[in-house]
């Protein structure tokens, strides 16, 4: 391994052993507190534009998997860990994770103090950009402060054509604002029958595939930058069919009935998260992955209800409409990774469905 350096706008330098590509990257460098499942976070859409520190010490020790892929093509920028186990179980059907983000251009750095890392990224309060790059010179520091990252992440992750993913049950539209597969194998084992459209299809695009429900994606990214027509999708498809959304889908449900969205000081990444389930008083972990928070005072309480906080801080993690069958959740309840506790959500979801079917 040759050396690599982590370098933050502050002046800040970490030093550390290169590995994956060897390609100099920008992000907004985050921290994901996940004890397993590094392939999911590293292939998941919600990382477009950043860099992820892992703060389990230990990653690599089993290889790449081909079956628990979140996309096929990963936009994480780069990948910083304590200590990499360059080890594959199985060297004929796994690769190791360095091989695999050589493939995939995605620049790594281990063997640095990812502690330190974390307890800077916490204590900043606000998002920090950062680079990987083979010298900390001062053409390093410039590039780094000239780089604009892109706010339009969900144009740039979500797919350009509409596809299928068949079943033999209820027709369900995804609305892909930067889909993790995780969604899309929940709804097969229930046997749905799914199209995935792009995320700036219309109301009319939608209603004219007749769906027995839709379902918004997670994604990366602001959610106020995604077009305004967006939500004037949502204002009608949620009069009309169930509708289910997570993640950025529940942001962009929030605001499209009246909730304002801010911004998270320091964001959530990690599995294991406790919340309340309201209406049954019960604690659920699931895993979050979010930037981006509804802010409490400014629901309208004619329209929605809260279903899920956060027991750490409080924070909105679930919405359900009082006039629509229409739910949202920010948290992941298709795990991968982490716990299955959430994934009744989409049996819920299904009920939903029928239930909406059988009144026709």
């Known amino acids: 391994m040759s050396s690599r350096y982590l370098i933050f ?22 921290f994901n507190t996940s004890m397993t499942g590094y392939q999911e976070i590293i292939t998941n859409q919600i990382y477009d534009n950043q860099i992820v520190t892992f703060t389990q010490p230990n990653i690599g020790s089993y290889g790449i998997q081909r079956n ?40 790594g750095i281990t063997n640095v103090d990812t502690r330190a890392i974390t307890h800077k990224l916490r204590n900043a309060d606000h998002p920090l950009k950062g680079s990987i790059v083979p010298v900390p010179d001062d053409h ?26 068949p079943g033999v049950g209820l027709s369900v539209v995804v609305v892909d604002f930067g ?25 009319e695009d939608i209603m004219r595939l007749d769906p027995d429900g839709v379902v918004l994606s997670s994604g ?39 909730a304002q969205v801010t911004a998270l000081p320091v964001e959530h990444h990690g599995m294991n998260h406790p919340l309340h389930e309201i209406i049954t008083d ?59 506790e959430t994934d009744g959500l989409f049996d819920e979801f299904v009920d939903t469905m029928k239930r909406k079917e059988e009144r026709r």
């Open 9 to 30: 706008e502050d002046g800040t330098i970490f030093v550390g052993d290169g590995f994956g590509s060897p390609a100099v990257t920008f992000g907004e460098v985050v």
């Open 68 to 107: 628990i892929y979140e996309s096929i093509e990963p936009t994480i920028k780069g990948v910083i860990v304590r200590s990499l186990s360059n080890v594959a179980t199985d060297n004929v059907r796994r690769m190791t994770l360095d091989r695999y983000l050589k493939q995939m251009n995605i620049p």
């Open 140 to 165: 390093a520091f410039d590039q780094l402060h000239a780089t604009v990252l892109t706010n339009q992440q969900v144009a740039q992750v979500s797919t350009p054509k509409a596809y299928p993913n």
């Open 179 to 203: 889909l993790k597969n995780g969604i899309l194998r929940e709804l097969s084992r229930r046997k749905c029958n799914v199209t995935v459209l792009p995320y700036d299809a219309t109301a």
């Open 220 to 258: 990366p990214g602001d959610p106020h930058f995604v077009k305004s027509s967006v939500l004037q999708m949502i204002q009608e498809v949620q009069q009309h069919v169930p509708l289910f959304a997570i993640g950025l889908g529940h942001e962009l449900f929030g605001l499209a009935n009246g």
């Open 282 to 340: 019960h604690v659920v972990y699931a895993t979050q992955g979010e930037g981006y928070t509804i802010d409490p005072n400014s629901v309208d309480r004619s329209k929605l209800f809260v279903t899920y906080r956060d027991m750490i801080d409080n924070s909105i993690q679930g919405l359900r409409h009082r006039r629509y069958p229409a739910f949202s959740v920010q948290f992941f309840p298709d795990g991968a990774p982490g716990p299955d």
